[in-house]
Antibody, heavy 122, light 108 residues
Framework: VQLVESGGGVVQPGESLRLSCAAS????????MHWVRQAPGKGLEWLAF????????YSADSVKGRFTVSRDNSKNTLYLQMNSLRVDDTAIYSC????????????????WGQGTLVTVSS | EIVMTQSPATLSVSPGDSATLSCRAS??????LAWYQQKPNQAPRLLIY???TRATDIPARFSGSGSGTDFTLTISSLQSEDFAVYYC??????????FGGGTKVEMK
């Protein structure tokens, strides 16, 4: 399993950014996927889950209405569209693979990417 | 939202000794608990799920126990590669999935 995030960078408060996660080594279209972030020196925060077919999404209240998770199974790629970014969104953003095959619900993560750093600063 | 609390924040252990890490949930999560290990500048690695099931290729020195609100990760005979931060995560009641704040296991 390989998960490689991209798209991070430095943006100003209120701006937008789209992150991508390229997946390989497993049947991407059969697994739910997650986004998780980690602020510098802090713990882990789950952000969002999308079902294997993209038909169901769940997200944390801290990003609901601002962040949108999506996927393109034809490209084996997961996305996170981040709008109205705030200073406290500064973190390393990682995608993670759901453990259970064909699950429509989020459980836990058996593979993670290295993450991409998003810095929100004026 | 279920709040996960880990203790202690830091655990100083000598190589070869055992380490006991605690995770407490603000309400019952049944056995829906996972443990992860994270080393500096690395992605987390799944160690344990369903409170006590070792993930693929995880050494037997890692064991998990507990149910309801109180959980324990035990690392027996600590190896040098085991010094890391450990996180628990509940998946009983979501969204959101929630993590504990982590326990850093450092060399004594």
């Amino acid at each position: 399993v390989q998960l490689v995030e991209s798209g991070g960078g430095v943006v100003q408060p209120g701006e937008s950014l789209r992150l991508s996660c390229a997946a390989s080594g497993f049947t991407f279209s059969k697994y739910g996927m997650h986004w998780v972030r980690q602020a510098p020196g802090k713990g882990l925060e789950w952000l969002a889950f999308i079902r294997y077919d993209g038909g169901i999404e769940y997200s944390a209240d801290s990003v609901k209405g601002r962040f949108t998770v999506s996927r393109d199974n034809s490209k084996n790629t997961l996305y996170l569209q981040m709008n109205s970014l705030r200073v406290d969104d500064t973190a390393i953003y990682s995608c993670a693979k759901e453990h259970f095959y064909g699950s429509g619900s989020p459980y836990f993560f058996d593979s993670w990417g290295q993450g991409t750093l998003v810095t929100v600063s004026s | 939202e279920i709040v996960m609390t880990q203790s202690p924040a830091t655990l100083s252990v000598s190589p070869g000794d055992s380490a006991t890490l605690s995770c407490r949930a603000s309400q019952s999560v049944s056995s829906s608990l996972a443990w992860y290990q994270q080393k500096p500048n690395q992605a987390p690695r799944l160690l344990i799920y369903d409170a006590s099931t070792r993930a693929t290729d995880i050494p037997a020195r890692f064991s998990g126990s507990g149910s309801g609100t109180d959980f324990t990760l035990t690392i027996s005979s600590l190896q040098s590669e085991d010094f890391a931060v450990y996180y628990c995560q509940q998946y009983h009641n979501w969204p959101p999935l929630t993590f504990g704040g982590g326990t850093k296991v450092e060399m004594k």
